[in-house]
């Protein structure tokens, strides 16, 4: 099922949540991680075919972590959303969207110390 709440993330980014008043952050902490339908498509092609790689919801339920942008289409790390003071990490500054690539990239992000 796919979470129709506010785009907290893209709140998140304008002001992160070290800088929200304590209310605020109760209350985010209550609606816990945002899990948007998203719309991401990407068309790839290899041996001569076509196909489409699509995002699927089941993706929240492998990686607990894992949320993401309505408003961005992009997928996030909601725990590094909460925690992380600086934007270096693709995860928190501009969120995912390559498809090809996210099963490599959440591996990488599980992996590092981030």
């Avoid at 945002?34 to 075919?49: A, F, M, R």
């Avoid at 196909?51 to 992009?74: A, E, I, V």
């Avoid at 996030?76 to 270096?88: A, D, E, G, V």
């Amino acid at each position: 099922m796919c979470d129709t709440n506010l785009d907290v993330v893209s709140s998140l980014l304008e002001t992160p949540f070290f800088e929200l008043d304590d209310d605020t952050k109760d209350e985010i902490l209550i609606r816990g991680r945002p899990t948007p339908c998203l719309g991401i498509s990407q068309l790839d092609k290899k041996l001569g075919q076509v196909f489409s790689r699509n995002f699927k919801t089941d993706w929240y339920d492998g990686h607990p972590w894992l949320c993401g942008s309505s408003q961005k289409q992009r997928l996030f790390c909601w725990p590094c959303l909460l925690l992380t003071k600086t934007k270096n990490n693709l995860w928190v500054s501009q969120g995912v969207v390559d498809l090809k690539n996210l099963s490599a990239c959440i591996k990488k992000h599980e992996l590092s110390k981030e």
